[in-house]
């Protein structure tokens, strides 16, 4: 079974550009989640879907980041503009609620982004 | 945002030395999850414990789900220089569905 994929694996940008992350969750999984990792930290959750709807983005800097899930398949993270504290690695998760995977967050190899 | 708390920090230990860490929390968990990241990589799923009082082992990996439901304790046996890397305890308290994090516990193997 393939995992959840994700490009680019880096990327540099200036401050003030924009920046896409893409993430292929594992095939069947309605649930796609879009991680912060600020080095020596725990991922923090920015946005959760549910197939091609929102279920949590209280932590999603509206202002310059968005996401979405259009089919309910793959999804799109993208910040525009960027600043210097959003230097950090994007981590996509995904899940499926039945009863045997028990919700079980895998995560893909994520994005490490540096804004200069 | 709630987080779980998570120690040590770090852990400096010669290669066949076993490795305690624990995970405690102020509020009642129903799942514990243990994760480990490489360096450069995602986290990846050890171990997960669903009921308190539960223990599951993987390999030289033991983890326990406390009786309290407020904490969680891995164990690794005889470490090896590839057990290097940062164990993250994770878990979902009561009925809410947002996976709550440590800060990790950071692994160094002296081989």
């Known amino acids: 079974e393939a995992g959840v994929a994700q490009s680019p694996r880096y990327k540099i940008i200036e401050k003030r550009q924009s920046v896409a992350f893409w993430c292929n969750p594992i095939s069947g999984h309605a649930t796609l989640y879009w991680y912060q990792q600020i080095l020596g930290q725990g991922p923090k959750l920015l946005i959760q879907f549910q197939n091609n709807g929102v279920v949590d983005d209280s932590q999603l800097p509206k202002d310059r980041f968005s996401a979405e899930r259009l089919k309910g398949v793959d999804s799109t993270l993208k910040i525009q503009p960027a600043k210097l504290e959003d230097s950090a690695v994007y981590l996509c998760?995904?899940?499926?609620?039945?009863?045997?995977?028990?919700?079980?967050?895998?995560f893909g190899a994520g994005t490490r982004l540096s804004v200069l | 945002g709630q987080q779980l708390n998570q120690s040590p920090q770090s852990m400096f230990i010669q290669e066949g030395e076993d490795v305690s860490m624990n995970c405690t929390s102020s509020s009642i968990f129903n799942t514990w999850l243990w994760y480990k990241q490489d360096p450069g990589e995602g986290p990846v799923l050890l171990i997960a414990l669903y009921k308190a009082g539960e223990l599951t082992s993987n390999g030289r990996l033991t983890a326990q789900f406390g009786i309290t439901r407020k904490d969680s304790f891995l164990n690794i046996s005889a470490s090896i220089p590839s057990d290097v890397g940062i164990y993250f305890c994770a878990g979902y308290a009561g009925n809410n569905r947002k996976l709550i994090w440590g800060l990790g516990t950071s692994l160094a193997v002296n081989p």
């Open positions: 998760a995904s899940s499926t609620p039945d009863r045997l995977a028990k919700n079980i967050q895998y």
